[in-house]
């Protein structure tokens, strides 16, 4: 049986969509289920235990964050859960840095022990979808991937392989949950087969 974990990184504060992130979480661990994972998950606003968290990621086959976007990146929270638990992991998720003294200017990034792992990021804005792809709005066109550029990095390297991000757009201004749910699972559909 593959194994999935599930991480919520959404933090309550204000208006900041912790309750769709959190049916966003129980649409993708519904759509798993159903096809034969087992689903752990995590929430990260609720604690963890460190060495426990490693534990998920060593057992699993696939990473799945959660989360809403602050000011253009992820709530501190995670970023923190992410500092602790891949320190935590070190000599598990990765050996070094990838480099080799006789030839140090090349190969940074090449050392993770989590090959043929896989990650994915489902993520829920306030900005529409336009403000991504249209290069005379505020992302200039260049697309979801470029804004989280360090988070798919932070994964590779720890060799996972990183799976096309799905996001929600214009959560505030324009709620569609139903869409959003559908469309989660055709992405999920697309991209796990």
């Known amino acids: 049986m593959k194994t999935a974990l599930l991480i919520n990184g959404s933090k309550k504060f204000s208006n900041d969509g912790t309750r769709l992130n959190a049916t966003m979480q129980s649409v993708a661990k519904e759509w798993l289920e159903n096809k034969g994972y087992k689903v752990l998950e995590t929430i990260i606003d609720k604690g963890y235990d460190e060495e426990k968290e490693v534990q998920k990621w060593l057992d699993s086959e696939l990473i799945i964050?959660?989360?809403?976007?602050?000011?253009?990146?992820?709530?501190?929270?995670?970023?923190?859960?992410?500092?602790?638990?891949?320190?935590?992991?070190?000599?598990?998720?990765?050996?070094?840095?990838?480099?080799?003294?006789?030839?140090?200017?090349i190969n940074y990034g090449k050392g993770g022990l989590m090959q043929g792992k896989k990650v994915m990021f489902s993520m829920t804005w306030n900005a529409p979808l336009n403000a991504f792809?249209?290069?005379?709005?505020?992302?200039?066109?260049?697309?979801?991937?470029?804004?989280?550029?360090?988070?798919?990095?932070?994964?590779?390297?720890?060799?996972?392989?990183?799976?096309?991000?799905?996001?929600?757009?214009?959560?505030?201004?324009?709620?569609?949950?139903?869409k959003y749910t559908e469309d989660y699972k055709a992405h999920l559909a697309r991209v796990l087969g």
């Open 65 to 105: 964050w959660q989360f809403p976007a602050w000011w253009m990146g992820e709530p501190w929270i995670m970023k923190e859960y992410i500092d602790k638990v891949f320190s935590a992991g070190f000599g598990k998720f990765s050996k070094s840095d990838g480099r080799h003294r006789d030839n140090p200017d």
């Open 133 to 178: 792809i249209n290069k005379n709005e505020f992302f200039e066109g260049k697309g979801i991937e470029t804004v989280i550029f360090h988070l798919r990095k932070a994964h590779e390297y720890n060799g996972f392989s990183v799976l096309p991000t799905f996001m929600c757009n214009d959560v505030v201004k324009n709620p569609q949950i139903s």
